[in-house]
């Protein structure tokens, strides 16, 4: 008997019980990977974006160990909890929504922040990204699939809500997010074809309703530069052209690793936040871009497939809404970098600087892989 | 119940199933949207915004060109380029405006009228991020104690630049002109590439007839900015081509003894080497600091010269129009014995008048109860009127206009004296044109004592003079000795064709004549030619201004207001064999040409002739 046998029964032992390392640690090694790749990768661009700020990487590091942290421990927990508690929490979040507006009707000016005296600035939007689908999964999936007319009344209320407040705060792209995430599950609950063509067809008549009465003047103005940035180009079209320029000018292998003159030298703006695809588009080129639209392609696949093998409507639904809403945060960033969609101000997940959406993106993949990891009850 | 479960649990698989195919092609699509639109950018549309990436960093500054330098004729340097600060405000980049102008004048001396002009310029027409100037000359101590307290004074701008500096000031304002700041008119018909950088311009004198070779050709730097307009690095420069220097004729020190002479009497005084034609001195009184000009005038100071009865922006010596009363006599005298009008031997009875043989008219001489007998010789020397009118009545007006012409009056012989007036060499169709009357024979007697229609400036009468010291020689009058570039002595125009005469002895016959106006018995300016030690002419001119009452010397009786005074004129040239100076002097309202203007020339002369010997 000695170490290195002892060693060599471990693969074993688990063998026998058809569980490997990973499902035992409940993490699941592609996702880990492909997130683990885009987070280290996204720094080496977040250096160089910052000009060079150490400092910054630091607390984006902090950020992703944080947010690796809080995976690591939502993926121990069986996908009933998130069952049980997810109505709790989505309440506590209405709560904190209509919290911020008094607060911020207080202090004469809108904000998205909620203060904890003396601990910190907390975004109850963020919280509610994650309780919207855990939420509504939980509530079609109690009556089985498809939903009936009724179910979706009700959830249609419970996408509502939250999205109308967070829309006042005024923060287009975080309700742009929930309400896909809560769209994506009726979706994915076998909301009929007939359905979607009709609700489809009312969404975009209610468009001009949108223009006229609901949409802010900057909203306004994002969605006319779309259309033609050099309407204003030092003003609302500045932005989209100096990122189109930045990438564009990127050609197929970039400029060079802190070489961009666009990002280094502050023609391209909020260049390490929203726009920072620009600075990796700039630097590492065509190539440098599609490497990375490529991992997260393998974590969107990775995360359908879980989706799909999901051990029952619950996790199904959640799964496959988490996914899907990490695609749309892909998309709508890459798209409105690029100068295809407007700018509505949503991050490219877990590469943008800051904020606490990289704690919460990796807060669902901890439940993606708890689904993926407890197949068994 | 369990099958019918297990079927509806089949059945819910199966949707989500197709859900999520649906979803991935869906996914697929999109994902193909993003890198077909990656692909249109970074490689079919790259060119495209690689160039405007090369735009948006890369910026062509222009480096203003170092004006070219005027020496005088012994490389004394009459304009020159200092370095000045000049503190300015970038309006957009400033907060509270009110508050930094005040904060600033706890650190700069301001002064009401700085700060009221600089809020002129702020709300006036400007350029935006263009620093507005507050203050220009900053001392050494004001430089320092803005750039030590920068970084609380947001938007404020210390400029290091070339500016024009005049060392002799009043002395010169005239002669070399002046620059000063582009105005909008300049700006319409300028090449704005040569003036890239260049915020001044000649307005007057030299420095605007030559302002084309002073200004010298721009360089450039190509420089890479960042979005806020800083220069990160330079990547390109070529340097700029300064401005051809000027060595003129002008002799700074003669040009301020003639300066000093004039005092405080509002005249001109002109100097020209008759070998060369080169201007010596070129001075107006009284004259004004031209480096007030390039700073920009103080508006108080501005207004009291422009009101000024005594008018100090005027260019006397070139743009001052006189009658040349008697200094035209010698001209006319020696086209009339050249021409022989009258002989060096033929003399005339002045009983102090002349009366036409046609009319009843009488045309006085200054000297009342005449002169007496006098020739050619005499009537020059004691300047007899009454000898020039015959004369004048005889010759009639075309040979009096010719022999005008061919001394330069009425016309502009200078190559590079900035717009100058011609001054008026009257004639039948003159006369028709300007007046509607034609010719009358007293016109023509006025004609002959420079009076009447006839009118001359002070560097005119000192032309005629070294034309006439030169023995009908004509030299091209110029200010420009030589320069850097040597293209701009080719420019000189040709001089009017020579003055020749039936007779060259009649040169020397009329200098005698001129000798004796200073330096004979009875010279009327014999009093100023006293004591030279070299021989020189010279001829004195009084110009009426009015008609007043006089004594039988001619002088004014009792006390005339001062603008009704005559203008004292004398002109002369020196040593009498060898001219090396031709002068002429006018002192406005002076009174008497010979007592006021012979002794300056006299001066002149002394100065001149005497430092050349000790050299």
Redesign the interface.
Known sequence: MNFTEYVRQLPQGSMDRRLSVWTRLHLDPYLFAALLAVALGGMVVLYSATSGDMGAVYRQAIRFGIGFAAMIVIAQFDPRWFQQWGGTVYLIGILLLVAVIVSGAQAMGAQRWLQIPGLFRFQPSELMKLAMPVMLSWYISRY???PRYRDLLVSALLLFVPVALIIQQPDLGTSLLIASSGL?VI????LSWKLIVSFSAIAISMVPVLWIWVMRDYQRQRVLTLFDPNVDPLGAGWNII?S?????????NGKGYMLG??SQ???LPESHTDFIIAVL?EEF??VG??VL?ALY?VI?LRG?LI??RGRD?FC??LA?SLT?TF?IY??VN??MV???LPVVGVPLPLVSYGGTSIVTLLAGFGMLMSISTHQRN | MLNSSLD?RE???R???S??TA??IF?AL??L???G???Y???V??E???A???T??LEVLPIPPIRGLIYDRYGELLARNEPSHTLSIVVERSGDLDALVRELGDLVELSEDQVSRFFDRVRGYRRPFEPIPLKVRLSEIEVARVSANRIFLEGVQVDAELIRQYPFGEEFAHALGFVGRINQEELRDLDVGAYAGTRFIGKEGVERQYEDSLLGEPGFQRV?????GRI?RIIEKQAPKPGSNLHLYLDQELQKIAYDLLGDQRGSIVAIEPETGGILAMVSNPGFDPNLYVSGFPTEIYNALRDSPDNPFLNRAIRGQYPAASTIKPFLGLAGVDQGFVTWDHTIIDRGYYQLPTDDRIYNDWKRGGHGRVNLRRAVAESCDTYFYKLAYDMKLEAIHDIYDQFGFGKNTTADVYNPFTGINPSREWKQDRHGFSWYAGDTINLSIGQGYMLATPMQLAIATSVLANRGRWVTPRLLMHSNDESLLEKIPEPPPDVHLNNDSNWDRMHSAMQDVVQGTRGTARASGLGATYDYAGKSGTAQVIRIERDENGDPVGDVPEQFRDHAWFMGFAPLEDPKIAVAVLVENGGSGSGVAGPMTRSLFDFYLNRELEQ
């Open positions: 089985g699939l498809p994506f979706f994915l609950a076998g100096q189109m320029t930045a990438i564009g000018s990127g050609g197929l003159t666009q030298l502050d023609f588009g080129g065509f871009a599609v639209i392609a969107i359908m989706a799909i409507n199904r639904l496959g899907l695609f892909v998309f890459v798209g690029s100068g295809i | 509806n059945k819910e698989r949707l989500f199933l859900r999520m979803s991935f996914i999109l994902m949207v993003l890198v639109r990656l692909f950018l970074q490689v549309q790259n495209h915004h690689e405007r990436s090369q948006n960093r890479e900015t960042n979005a806020r990160i």
